[in-house]
C-alpha cells in the first residue's frame, strides 16, 4: 500500500512534442504528491508538487494533473525540449505537520530523451 | 544561496574500509535524510534526523550509521562498506515549519568500493 507506480520506464518524445509520465498510488493518507527532475551525477531537484485538493497544477511548461478517484496523478512536459532529457520521478508522501514527516515514497523512474 | 552541500563528491573507499559521508545545508532545516541512490534505481531512504531525533528505516543495515552534531550538519558512516554499498549517496533536507516538506536535494557523493 505504500507503493507508487510510475510509467513509463522510458520515453521518447521528439523536440516541440508533449511527454507524459504516469504514475499510481494506493495509500488514500498521501496528501503530497511533488515530482522530481534528475540529471546524470546530479541529486534530484523538485520540478512541481501538488496537493490533493486540486486537480491540475501549472508551471510554465509542466503540469501536473490528479485525480484523486482513481489515485493516478502525471506530469505533462508541453513542448519538450532536448534540455528536458533526464530521470523523472514521481513521489508521495504524508505532508500533514507530524505525519511520517514527509519521508517520501518514490516511484521507480522515467528516463526521458528528447530527441532534436 | 542557501544550500545542501555533500563532500566529497567522489569518494574511493577499499572493500571493509570505513568510510565517512558529510552534508551541510545552509537552509536551517530541522529534518535531514540520508539517501542510497543505486544505478537507474529511485533513491532509498536510508534513515532520517527530526532535531536530534533519530529515525532509522527498517531494512538499513547495521552498517550504515550517522551522526547530527548540529542543525547544519550530518555524516554518514559505513563501518565496512562491500562491493553491494557502491552507490550514490544524497542527502536533503526539509522543514515542518514550511508550508510543506518540501525536501531539498544536495548533489550527492559517489561512493566507489574496490
Known amino acids: 500500500q505504500q507503493q507508487v507506480k510510475q510509467s513509463p520506464q522510458s520515453l521518447i518524445v521528439q523536440k516541440g512534442g508533449i511527454s507524459i509520465i504516469n504514475c499510481a498510488y494506493e495509500?488514500?493518507?498521501?496528501?503530497?504528491f511533488p515530482w522530481y527532475q534528475q540529471f546524470p551525477g546530479k541529486g534530484p531537484a523538485l520540478l512541481i508538487a501538488?496537493?490533493?485538493?486540486?486537480s491540475e497544477k501549472k508551471e510554465g511548461r509542466f503540469t501536473i494533473s490528479f485525480n484523486k478517484s482513481a489515485k493516478q496523478f502525471s506530469l505533462h512536459i508541453m513542448d519538450s525540449q532536448p534540455g528536458d532529457s533526464a530521470t523523472y520521478f514521481c513521489?508521495?508522501?504524508?505532508?500533514?505537520?507530524?505525519?511520517?514527516?514527509?519521508?517520501?515514497?518514490f516511484g521507480k523512474g522515467t528516463k526521458l530523451s528528447v530527441k532534436p | 544561496d542557501a544550500m545542501v552541500i555533500q563532500n566529497p563528491r567522489y569518494q574511493v573507499t577499499q572493500f571493509g574500509k570505513p568510510v565517512t559521508l558529510s552534508c551541510s545545508q545552509t537552509?536551517?532545516?530541522?529534518?535531514m535524510y540520508w539517501y542510497q541512490q543505486k544505478s537507474s534505481q529511485a533513491p532509498k531512504l536510508l534513515f532520517h534526523?527530526?532535531?536530534?531525533?533519530?529515525?532509522n528505516e527498517a531494512d538499513t543495515p547495521d552498517n550504515f550509521q550517522s551522526r547530527r552534531p548540529n542543525t547544519s550538519f550530518c555524516f554518514l558512516d559505513i563501518r565496512s562498506p562491500g562491493l553491494g554499498d557502491a552507490a550514490m549517496y544524497l542527502c536533503?533536507?526539509?522543514?515542518?515549519?514550511?508550508?510543506?516538506?518540501?525536501?531539498?536535494f544536495g548533489p550527492g557523493t559517489r561512493l566507489t568500493v574496490t
Open positions: 495509500n488514500t493518507a498521501f496528501d503530497y
Open positions: 534526523y527530526y532535531d536530534k531525533d533519530f529515525n
Open positions: 537552509l536551517n532545516h530541522n529534518v
Open positions: 536533503a533536507t526539509a522543514s515542518p515549519f514550511a508550508n510543506s516538506y518540501e525536501q531539498y
Open positions: 513521489a508521495a508522501s504524508i505532508n500533514a505537520y507530524g505525519g511520517s514527516q514527509g519521508n517520501l515514497i
Open positions: 501538488i496537493r490533493p485538493d486540486v
